[in-house]
């Protein structure tokens, strides 16, 4: 093994860190999509078996990014420090829409002021579903480091791709969410979910597809070139670059010879 070759143990906890983002995803996505479909009907009967459906689950839901936080703390110190730079705002948000949330779904049974408590968990659930999503993004688009340091802006993460992937998630949360309900739940609020799925899976696939060529188009502002480095792309930019530079001298002489007498 070389001295570039990652360890056994550094392997161990990638893949810890890669389980526990899986599973949060998946467990606390459809937790996060209720919250989100909350804030689609005002239909009291409906959001009262939509807390229900997750009240047994939603706290322990989080557990898995506790585990992803302290993990990547831990075991990856370097990439923490560079993500925690990158992403403040982010992450500072995440955490403010987790808590909001968390007050609002306790304190919303207690009578006053349901409505602004109902309306902040579905907020809660929004934000927190969108910034995840934004900060997925802009780590496709590449985070500036030098010397080992975050060398960016506060606010790189602010862009098109960052903002497609933060609907795109906001869209698959609900889609998983719509899933949860139709699993879990009676009529009418099983038939009001199922309604919602084909438009949701249509959005999602929709934005995919936006942010796929968001995507390429951020790699042609940056890098000059839509191509992904794949075999056989650098000869055909060079057979092109060939084409274009003899184009270019066939007119150039085709020019000269227009103006001789």
Not at 102 to 113: L, M, P, Q, T
Not at 167 to 181: C, D, E, K, S, T
Request: charged letters at 10%.
């Amino acid at each position: 093994m070389s001295a570039t070759d990652p360890s056994a143990l550094a392997l161990f906890w990638l893949a810890v860190i890669g389980l526990a983002i899986l599973a949060y995803v998946v467990l606390d996505g459809f937790d996060l999509g209720v919250g989100i479909l909350f804030g689609a009907t005002k239909d009291a009967a409906l959001r009262y078996e939509m807390i229900a459906s997750i009240s047994p689950f939603w706290d322990g839901n989080e557990t898995w990014l506790i585990i992803v936080g302290a993990t990547l703390f831990a075991a990856f110190p370097a990439v923490y420090a560079v993500f925690l730079g990158a992403f403040y705002i982010p992450v500072l948000l995440l955490l403010l829409a987790l808590i909001f949330r968390g007050v609002a779904f306790e304190f919303r049974v207690r009578g006053a002021a349901q409505g602004f408590w109902d309306r902040s968990f579905a907020v809660g659930s929004l934000v927190a579903a969108f910034v995840q999503g934004a900060a997925v993004g802009a780590m496709i688009r590449g985070i500036p480091v030098v010397n080992g340091q975050f060398s960016g802006g506060s606010f790189d993460w602010v862009a098109g791709l960052p903002f497609l992937c933060g609907i795109g998630l906001v869209l698959g949360y609900a889609l998983l969410g719509a899933g949860w309900l139709v699993l879990k739940s009676e009529d009418p609020l099983r038939s009001w979910a199922r309604s919602r799925i084909p438009v949701l899976a249509g959005a999602v696939v929709a934005v995919l597809c936006a942010a796929v060529v968001a995507a390429f188009i951020d790699r042609a502002r940056m890098t000059g070139s839509l191509f992904l480095d794949l075999p056989g792309a650098s000869s055909f930019r060079s057979s092109a670059s060939s084409r274009s530079l003899a184009f270019s001298r066939a007119h150039v002489s085709v020019a000269t010879h227009g103006r001789s007498p």
